[in-house]
């Protein structure tokens, strides 16, 4: 039997090269079954070229959007903007407190908090 070049086999590391995608990808595509994986043997898996290519032809690629475009969210309601927006103000004066109480920096480093606590411990004793 003549076998053609889109018969031929590939290994895993050899697909992913192929498709410059992880080997953890390919093995979710596999699950999710779009590839189909031969065994070799107890562990050899191989994937044949001519379904790699066809995942590698942008024509055959399905993509899936990570949301969905038609989903029907009502426009915020006047008190919920306004909840936001006051949420946003209780944010942003805490953040101007931690700035100012930590010389401008955002937040003060491991050291500094140490430092901090062990003067306030040495004036209270």
Known sequence: MERTHN??????????????????????????GRLTKYRLGARAVRLRRSEVEALHSPDEMEFEPAFDDDLDIPPLTPEEVDRQLAAMERANAVRERILNAHGGKPFPSSAELINEERDARSFDA
């Not at 080997?23 to 596999?30: A, D, K, V």
């Open 7 to 32: 018969d031929e086999l590939l290994t895993i590391k050899e697909a992913a090269a192929r498709l410059k995608v992880s080997t953890m990808t390919l093995s979710r595509w596999i699950k999710a």
